[in-house]
């Protein structure tokens, strides 16, 4: 849930009032500049000649889409010339970048997740997280395995029919519309809370037969209903992009999860920890939600990896931890 805001309070102003580090401030410029040129890419779509597969497989063993390169170039190149940066990680790029050995924040991002959803003309977004970095010396995959807890900033950009950017600078989540026209970001939406209760879910039915025994009740109960023992119905949503999931709960509440499954045993989960599950826990937690692999909180998860995948159970609070519970968990 969120209130309306009807002010024109910029991100600039708003990293003013939540005195936001001037290297900090300049980072989400240079995250927010990028995602202005992507909306443009993604508006164009195909008069642009930028739909279709790239050709390629990413780090992850995906089909790259055109857009999935072209948003990771831009995000890239803009990050890349600021000299606050130390170095970034992307979901499409095999090994981290080091930048500016005295810069003084790590950058992970998703250029554009639910890229599967560009062939559709449906919702995508870029995903970001920003750490601290530390000592003086050039980034190296170690300095970004730290606890999503240690995030100092994490959001998203939502390319919706309207675009819009939700930040949380670890005080609170806040949501603002972009201006196309000159690409100022407008605050639109404050104080964002999850209510601790929910009324709708978000999970791949299709998955169903795969999932723990335990998340087979837990949403089979849903789907009783009324009739059921949770005495009422549930509405079910899903939009394949996590970023639009998440965008949803952080606005009418509910619970997303991409939980475990039988289909790869070795494999913890399909979302990945440093660029979906890391930065959309930080904005979730802020609203007031948890966020949990059903083991544990995501947010305390040592990294091991940079390109390592969660199970991830998000949202209203009590819905959260019934489904933990039944894990054996809570
Ligand atoms: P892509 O960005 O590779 O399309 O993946 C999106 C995603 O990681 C996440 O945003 C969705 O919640 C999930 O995959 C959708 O997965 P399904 O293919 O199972 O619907």
């Known amino acids: 849930m969120s209130q309306a805001v009807g002010t024109t309070l910029s ?27 992507i909306h443009h890419a993604l508006t164009k779509g195909a008069l642009a000649g930028v739909l279709g597969a790239a050709g390629a497989e990413n780090v992850q063993g995906e089909d790259q889409k055109k857009l999935d390169v072209i948003a990771n170039d831009l995000i890239k190149d803009s990050l890349g010339k600021n000299p606050s940066v130390r170095g970034l990680a992307s979901e499409e790029e095999p090994e981290i970048v080091a930048c500016q050995t005295d810069g003084q924040y790590l950058v992970t991002f998703d250029p554009l997740d639910g890229s599967s959803n560009i062939d559709i003309n449906s919702m995508v977004g870029t995903i970001f997280s920003i750490l601290e970095s530390r000592g003086e010396h050039a980034a190296t995959e170690q300095d970004f395995l730290q606890p999503g807890r240690q995030q100092v900033a994490a959001g998203y950009v939502l390319y919706g029919p309207s675009t819009m950017l939700a930040l949380s600078v670890g005080n609170g989540v806040v949501m603002f519309t972009l201006d196309p026209s000159n690409g100022d970001y407008l605050l639109t939406n404050n104080a964002v809370t999850i209510p601790e209760d929910a009324k709708e879910f978000a999970i791949n039915m299709s998955n169903q037969r795969f999932w723990h025994p335990a998340m087979q009740r837990y949403i089979a109960e849903l789907l009783e209903g009324a009739e059921g023992p949770r005495g009422k119905d549930f509405n079910m949503r899903w939009v ?27 494999q913890a989960g399909k979302l990945r920890l440093m660029y979906e599950a890391n930065p959309m826990g930080f904005l979730v937690e802020q609203a007031g939600g948890e966020v949990w692999t059903a083991a544990g909180k995501i947010l305390d998860i040592q990294p091991e990896h940079i390109h390592q995948r969660v199970p991830v159970i998000l949202g209203a609070k009590n819905e959260v931890l019934r489904c933990v519970e039944y894990h054996g968990n809570a």
């Open 11 to 37: 991100l600039k102003d708003y990293l003013q009032q939540q005195q936001a580090s001037e290297q900090l401030q300049s980072v989400l410029f240079s995250l927010t500049e990028a995602c202005h040129s």
């Open 240 to 266: 394949a992009a996590m970023v639009a999931d998440v965008h949803r709960i952080l606005c009418r509440g509910g619970l997303f999860t991409y939980p475990w499954d039988s289909r790869k045993p070795d």
